[in-house]
């Protein structure tokens, strides 16, 4: 059992739910067909807590970067300067899976480091008396619980969903997966491939 261990949920018809309920398209007997020999080094349930967890790293960045830009530049530009590095590093982090990063990932999704984070900002804008920043801090603070910014998601999600459709339709092939957090998971299996030197491409 490793550090990103997560119990999962097969639900027949519809996929493999992970703990906290991200879902994958893949049926449990679909991953372990395609990720067997990577399964005697890492286990399924370390694969999918890897996924969740790299799934969730743009967020995870948006939310530690907003008290800092919000303390230094004001509300208008914490909030802009958010959502754009939420959506650069949507769309970037489909690409690639880095471990070492995602055990950043791991730390930063832990709600004591985010508490005392915030609660250091919310300290200084009081003693500050900026009342605005105050309520723009708190409101962020508790959004980030609430997955906030998976509404931004939708964004991306819906030309690439469009990109990928015109791209089957003249190569019969997709260009990505459809579903973000399957794509994530197997770029997590072809990482461990490449590490473990495994041949997945026939498979």
Do not use: C
Request: glycine residues 6%; hydrophobic residues 50%.
């Amino acid at each position: 059992m490793g550090l990103f261990w997560l119990d999962y949920k097969n639900v027949p018809g519809q996929g493999v739910y992970a703990q906290g309920g991200l879902k994958f398209r893949f049926t449990e007997e679909t991953l372990k067909e395609y990720f067997g020999p990577i399964l005697s080094y890492v286990s399924l349930n370390d694969l999918i807590g890897e996924a969740v967890f790299w799934t969730m790293l743009p967020t995870y960045l948006a939310v530690y970067i907003f008290p800092f830009i919000l303390y230094y530049k004001g509300i208008l530009v914490s909030i802009v300067t958010a959502a754009v590095v939420f959506l650069i590093a949507e769309i970037y982090h489909l690409s690639f899976y880095n471990k070492p990063l995602n055990y950043l990932a791991f730390f930063l999704g832990s709600t004591l480091p985010r508490s005392i984070l915030y609660a250091v900002f919310l300290v200084l804008f009081i003693r500050s008396g900026s009342v605005a920043k105050i309520a723009v801090l708190v409101v962020q603070f508790l959004a980030s619980f609430l997955g906030i910014y998976q509404v931004f998601a939708f964004i991306i999600d819906f030309p690439l969903v469009i990109i990928n459709r015109a791209y089957f339709q003249k190569t019969k092939e997709f260009l990505f997966l459809p579903s973000s957090s399957d794509q994530i998971l197997i770029n997590i299996g072809r990482y461990y491939a490449k590490k473990f030197r495994i041949d997945l491409t026939n498979r």
